[in-house]
Structure formats: C-alpha cells, structure tokens
C-alpha cells in the first residue's frame, strides 16, 4: 500500500503516522524486527529529528527536510510499481553479484550460481524468516537506537533491505553490489534495512550504491549494521549519487571481532543533504579499521560526515581519512570521534580530515576529536582548510597548462588519497573517472550522469 502523508509538526505527524500503520509496517515483517520497533519508536518520538541543537547534529539541522508530503511505500507493490527488471548494470570489467532495491525494498537478485556454497543474499524480510537464529542474533544488537534518533526512526519504521550472510572460512571473490534505486511520481519517504554478517575467517566485499532516477524529493533514511567475526577481511563501498533535492541520512554501524580488518569508504559525489553516521567498535583485540571518506559538492549542497571509532580493547588500529571539496555555497562537516578507553592499551589510531575551498562562500566545520583513557597508546588527529595552492597553479602554467586544466589536476590530485584507498580495481578506475568529470563540470544531477547512465529506463549503475 502506498500513501500519501503530510508531515507539519514532526513529532505529532510520526507518532500518528506509526501509530495508525502499525499493522501494514508489522505485516510480514521478522518476528525480530517488529519486536524491536516499540522502544525504537519511544526513543524516536522522545528525541525527535535532530536539530542543530542536538551536539552530534549541530551543523545539520535534519528538521526542515522531514517536513512535507511524501509517498511512503508500506508494501513492496507499491515500492516497485513495475520497476523489478528495468534495471541493469554495464560498467566494464565490474564483475559483481547483483542485488536491486526499489524505494528501501527488495526488487530483483541476478542469478549468482556461483555464488560459495552457503552464502547468503537477499531481502532481510525473506531470509530472516529462513535463518530466525542467525537474524535473532545479529539484529539490532549494534544500531544505537538509545542514542540517535535516526537509528531509533529507521529501526521503527523500516520493512525491508539486503540480507547478506557470509559463512565461516568463505572467501566471496566478487564484490556484492546493492544497488538502491529511488523512485517515484511523487515526494518520497524511504527506509531502508541492510544486515551483514561476515563470520570467522571469511572475506567478502559489498558495494552500496544510491541513486535517485526521477526528479521528485526524496527524504531517505537507511541504516547497515555489519558484524565482522575473527580474523574476516571484510569492505564495504557507500557510492552517493543523488540529485539536489535528496536528503539522506545513512547510518553504517560496525562491529569487530579479534583480528578482523575491515575498511569503509564513503565516497559522496553528489547530492542535495547528505548526512553519513559512521560508527565502529572494536571490540576485540588485534582489530584492525580503515574509515575513509571523500566529499565532492557545490551549489548549495551539503555533507555531514560523523564518525565515532570505538577502541573497547588493547592492541587495536584505526586508521580514518576524510577529504572534502566545496565550491560556490557549499557546506560541509566533520565531526570525528576516537575515544580509547582504559582497557584498550597499546592502540594506534590516526585521524585526518583535510578540506579544499574553491571559492569564499563555501564553508566547512571541522572537529576532530581525541578521547584517551589508556597510557600506553600511539595517537594523533588534525584538519587542514585551505584553498588551491598558489605555488603549484604557478608551477603548471609554467608548463603550458592553462589556469581551468590546472585547477582539475590540483583538485584531483589532492582527492586522489582517498580515492587509492578502494580495494577494488575495477570500482577504483570507475571512481577515478567519475572525480574528474566531477570536476570538470561534465554532470550535475544524477539522473543524466555516467554513473546511473540513464537510458529510458535501463540503468547502468556505478
């Protein structure tokens, strides 16, 4: 079923919304999942959307976007609306295992045959119910509902997602590439629900990738809670591309175990609002993290990255990179959390965020943060603003390269850290192109860009 709600004061409108389909949002949902939206939806309606008088929220105020007429999709008819099947992906040399989600819900899954025995993937509805103790276990167990309200939202409002379940010892060699398609002939509201589980000594690769293919509004709110087990290697690629009237609110919440190592890269090339939460816990010794980041963006969008890394036990590393380039009144934040508690002897964690203004109406808030309670420990953080440097323009233009050439390979060279940090060759050529067309102005909405490739109503995604 699919209505049409008009949200004026927020608090009233959610709580009446919930409360009167309660029943179409518990329909066929897991068990799991529908026991945990109570108190996610008292958590929610007592904190409320965050405002920028909220500390995590202080330099994005959420509440504004939320407010409106939207579409909201309380089955996965109404999600899809005939859209399973239009969709295909045709990068070069990307070779993935293929999932599609239509507005926050499970739309199509390529054939993967090949896929190693016991994998699993798919819609978190269906496969929770096929695997109840494995979802009973994971879900819910790391998305802080207690502290943030947009968790608490996403908890209580969300139907469905991926499933993706990697057993022990089982290397997945291509890379799972989600892709979430949004939609619509009108204003839109999506939740969406994602759950991976990597075990013991396995390794796999996921790719998320968001795109918005019709030119309404669109309010998203999503959340990935992800499990790695001892000694897994695991990554996991967020790819932003959304055209200015998207708000999105991703949550990513990660949790370690003994002598995993796991990387994130939020990439962000375009989009209207975008607030990325990012939290991981090591809780365990020996774990080994890699968060990174880049944000590209101009006009008047902006991009909120907020990390939290947890250093719960001794003989961790961490190691968190964030870059960001605004031009005309573009905003952007930083806020990035290491907090190393007493227990946790012997980390190392290193935390940077460097920042490039192209012009003197943009902006950025930076805030890099320290937290140590162990005396034993190796850390450091720090953040740069600056602009294009001088020196260096004086140096290419010496060498017959004019000034808008210039500008481009400076702008590029300085993304390019972030960029070699992606651990899949193909995506990593893929994000190199796309940076630079970025930056020379070749596209500035999503829905003609090379990314979505939108061609009637064939998509070629990433």
Known sequence: MNKTCRIVNLQDEYSQLYKENLSLIENGAPDKMNKSRAEAFESFINKGIPSNKVEEYKYTNLQPFFKGSFDIAFDSKA??????GKFNCGVPNLDTHNVFLINGWFAQQDEASDLPKGVIIG?????????????????NSNAPVDSDAMAAMNTAFAQDGAFIYIPKGIVVDKPIQLVNIMTGDNDRLVFQRNLVIVEDNAQAKVMLCDHTISPQKFVINNLTEVFAGENSVFDIYNIQNQHNLTTQVAGMFIKQKKHSNVLTNNLTLHSGVTRNNIRVNMDDEHCESHVYGLYLSDKNQHVDNYSFIDHAKPHCQS????????????????TGRVLVQQDAQQTNAYQSNNNLLLTENAKINSKPQLEIYADDVK???????????DEAMFYLRA????EAEGRILLMFAFAYEVIEKIRVEPLKENIRSL????????FDKCDSCVVCGQQGTSVSCL
Not at 79 to 84: D, Y
Not at 123 to 139: C, G, M, N, T, V
């Open 79 to 84: 999600a899809i609306n005939g859209s399973a």
């Open 399 to 402: 060498r017959g390269i004019n």
């Open 379 to 389: 850390c450091s953080h720090g953040a740069t603003v600056g602009q294009l440097d």
């Open 319 to 334: 190691f968190e990179l964030f870059k960001g380039v605004m031009d005309d009144s573009a905003s952007a934040a930083f």
């Open 435 to 442: 940076v630079e067309k970025r930056f020379r102005g070749e």
């Open 123 to 139: 819609s978190i509805r269906q496969k929770a119910a096929e695997q109840p103790e494995l979802f009973e276990k994971y879900y």
